[in-house]
């Protein structure tokens, strides 16, 4: 089904992704499950009349830099997670595929709860979450202004625009995601692709 959403054009040009075949797709998973620096989530929509709930989309994360990097450190994104006290940045994005669990906050729910488990599993201190997006895809950079986001840079070569949750000063915040996410049902459903499954009311 992943597959099948990644190639829609549509999708394609809004999470800026390349189409892939099937053998690549198993590639990617494979390296995303092998890099510590990354996390996906699988999105499912309990709001959805079938038995089982369906796939919705995803949510990503991946560590960009430690805080005080040098040059060099940065350009290699060379992070050793386990041995690091620095603080790290870490990029999220999320995608609802299925036309039909959008408009139902799933996508919110899914950044929120990938936030928090990342701040409180992820084995990192976090400076802050930043998300790039697209200057045209006013619905995401609404979605993320909802959350705390905000603007502190345009790449206009690339038609982006990027913001930032810093969690020092959204500590209430901070608090009240780790608090939600406490409240909340998150199992694992495919450890081969270190995923897991988070389900919106």
């Known amino acids: ?17 390349e189409r892939l075949s099937l053998e690549d797709e198993y590639e990617n ?9 990354k996390c996906t989530f699988i999105v499912l929509d ?3 009349s079938s ?17 005080e990097e040098s040059a060099d450190e940065r350009a290699d994104n060379d992070i050793d997670l ?15 595929a299925e036309r039909g669990s959008r408009r139902k906050g799933l996508a919110q729910e899914a950044l929120s709860l990938m936030m928090a488990f990342f701040l409180e599993r992820g084995g ?5 979450f930043v998300a790039k997006i697209l200057q045209s895809n006013k619905a995401s950079i609404k979605l993320f202004s909802s959350l705390g986001f905000t ?11 990027h913001m930032q949750f810093d969690v020092k ?30 389900s919106a009311e």
């Open 29 to 37: 998973q494979a390296a995303w499950q092998a890099d510590p620096r």
């Open 151 to 161: 603007e502190f840079r345009r790449i206009e070569a690339f038609e982006e625009v």
């Open 1 to 17: 089904q992943y597959h099948q959403w990644m190639q829609d054009p549509e999708l394609l040009e809004l999470t800026c992704s």
């Open 82 to 96: 386990k041995h690091t006290a620095r603080a790290v940045e870490v990029e999220i994005e999320v995608m609802i």
């Open 124 to 128: 990192v201190r976090v400076s802050a």
């Open 169 to 198: 000063s959204h500590a209430d915040q901070t608090e009240k995601l780790r608090r939600h996410f406490e409240s909340c049902q998150v199992c694992s459903v495919d450890q081969y692709y270190r995923s897991l499954a988070i």
């Open 51 to 67: 038995p089982a709930p369906p796939m919705a989309g995803d949510v990503n994360l991946f560590v960009l830099a430690a805080d």
């Open 46 to 48: 309990r709001t959805s």
